[in-house]
């Protein structure tokens, strides 16, 4: 079993921890870890018992308040991989497709860097 540690950046920066996984395959395509990490956020901001307008720190953000459907962030994330909204890095690699496999060793790191647009660009 791997434990695999999410971190997440900016252009402009900025780090923070983004939690991480206890994943038993030893090879994951990008897709469904990106799923898997969206399920877990949804879980725990469900079990924290925030209400609505409550603080949702995680890969994509909620439209809307109130309850938080897991599937519906799930399509939002791998939409704004689709559209370049982040990058994934697995150590210096950067992923490209959401098809492509990372091979799961012990103590892997995962950046999301989310692309913050240029002012006046």
């Keep these: 079993m791997a434990r695999v540690t999410f971190v997440d950046e900016t252009t402009s920066g900025s780090r923070s921890d983004g939690g991480g996984l206890d994943i038993a395959e030893e090879r994951l395509a990008l897709r ?3 799923r898997r990490r969206v399920f877990q956020e949804v879980a725990e901001f469900h079990a924290r018992g925030t209400g609505p307008g409550g603080s ?9 308040g ?13 939409a704004a991989f689709a559209r370049n909204g982040f990058l994934v890095l697995v ?31």
């Design 66 to 78: 109130g309850r938080v459907d897991p599937e519906t962030q799930c399509e939002l994330a791998l």
């Design 32 to 34: 469904e870890l990106i």
């Design 91 to 121: 150590g210096d690699r950067q992923m490209e497709q959401l098809d492509e496999e990372i091979d799961l060793r012990l103590g892997i790191e995962v950046t999301f860097l989310k692309l913050v647009p240029l002012v006046g660009g």
């Design 56 to 64: 949702f720190r995680a890969l994509v953000q909620p439209k809307s």
